[in-house]
């Protein structure tokens, strides 16, 4: 025999799973929690270990995501979310349409650089967050294609170079996410986006007629040097 219940009662349920949490805490642990796991990657970290290190119960943990899946989904989306609101930000400031392709592009690489190896590696290595950096490199390319298109109607680029250098950006891309341009150069993700940048605008030409971008300048002048994948 099933009891009944009153259909009337909708008020939401806590269970040993799920607790409700306020809004400002939520937010707060999501940026713990994914402080963590870009620095160390996902796959060897488990919700005990989180929540102990969050100093949280494991029911205030799964009250942000339902599973340590759909957490890491949650951490990657909001990454490249971040990511993409700060970069946007930096290039409309930017008044140079040249320069513009450059911002983006090195904003790519800053914020490649936030995370660690072991990220990067859990992120390709995971289908379902593979799919988020797939996505989210074709965006990437698309935004290049479309700078470059606005410098090509202002003049600044030649129709014909435009187009082709929107194409070699799409598939240098493409190549960084496969991972095949990073075990070839031994750059890291973000250096590849910043030197692709400098390579758009500066061709390889010596220098000394073009003023050295900032991350250039920082290789010329004993900047560090990107250790192999």
């Given at each position: 025999?099933?009891?009944?219940?009153?259909?009337?009662?909708?008020?939401?349920?806590?269970?040993?799973?799920r607790r409700v949490v306020d809004t400002g805490r939520r937010e707060e642990l999501l940026?713990?929690?994914?402080?963590?796991?870009?620095?160390?990657?996902?796959?060897?970290?488990?919700?005990?270990?989180?929540?102990?290190?969050?100093?949280?119960?494991?029911?205030?943990?799964?009250?942000?995501?339902?599973?340590?899946?759909?957490?890491?989904?949650?951490?990657?989306?909001?990454?490249?979310?971040?990511?993409?609101?700060?970069?946007?930000?930096?290039?409309?400031?930017?008044?140079?349409?040249?320069?513009?392709?450059?911002?983006?592009?090195?904003?790519?690489?800053?914020?490649?650089?936030?995370?660690?190896?072991?990220?990067?590696?859990?992120?390709?290595?995971?289908?379902?967050?593979?799919?988020?950096?797939?996505?989210?490199?074709?965006?990437?390319?698309?935004?290049?294609?479309?700078?470059?298109?606005?410098?090509?109607?202002?003049?600044?680029?030649?129709?014909?170079?435009?187009?082709?250098?929107?194409?070699?950006?799409?598939?240098?891309?493409?190549?960084?996410?496969?991972?095949?341009?990073?075990?070839?150069?031994?750059?890291?993700?973000?250096?590849?986006?910043?030197?692709?940048?400098?390579?758009?605008?500066?061709?390889?030409?010596?220098?000394?007629?073009?003023?050295?971008?900032?991350?250039?300048?920082?290789?010329?002048?004993?900047?560090?040097?990107?250790?192999?994948?």
């Open positions: 025999m099933t009891a009944q219940t009153d259909s009337r009662d909708r008020r939401p349920r806590r269970t040993a799973r940026r713990q929690a994914e402080a963590i796991i870009l620095a160390e990657g996902f796959t060897s970290v488990t919700m005990d270990e989180l929540a102990q290190r969050l100093g949280c119960s494991k029911a205030t943990l799964y009250s942000l995501a339902s599973t340590k899946e759909q957490l890491v989904l949650a951490v990657t989306r909001a990454f490249f979310r971040e990511a993409t609101a700060e970069i946007e930000q930096a290039v409309q400031a930017e008044p140079d349409a040249r320069q513009r392709i450059r911002v983006y592009l090195n904003g790519v690489g800053t914020a490649m650089r936030r995370h660690s190896h072991a990220f990067y590696d859990d992120m390709v290595g995971y289908e379902p967050t593979a799919q988020i950096y797939r996505k989210n490199s074709a965006a990437a390319a698309h935004r290049v294609h479309e700078l470059i298109e606005e410098g090509v109607r202002t003049g600044v680029f030649r129709a014909l170079n435009g187009h082709f250098a929107a194409h070699v950006v799409a598939v240098t891309i493409d190549a960084v996410q496969s991972g095949v341009l990073l075990e070839r150069t031994g750059l890291t993700a973000g250096d590849a986006f910043s030197e692709l940048g400098d390579l758009l605008l500066d061709g390889l030409s010596s220098g000394q007629d073009t003023p050295a971008s900032p991350s250039t300048a920082g290789r010329q002048h004993g900047g560090q040097v990107s250790t192999p994948r």
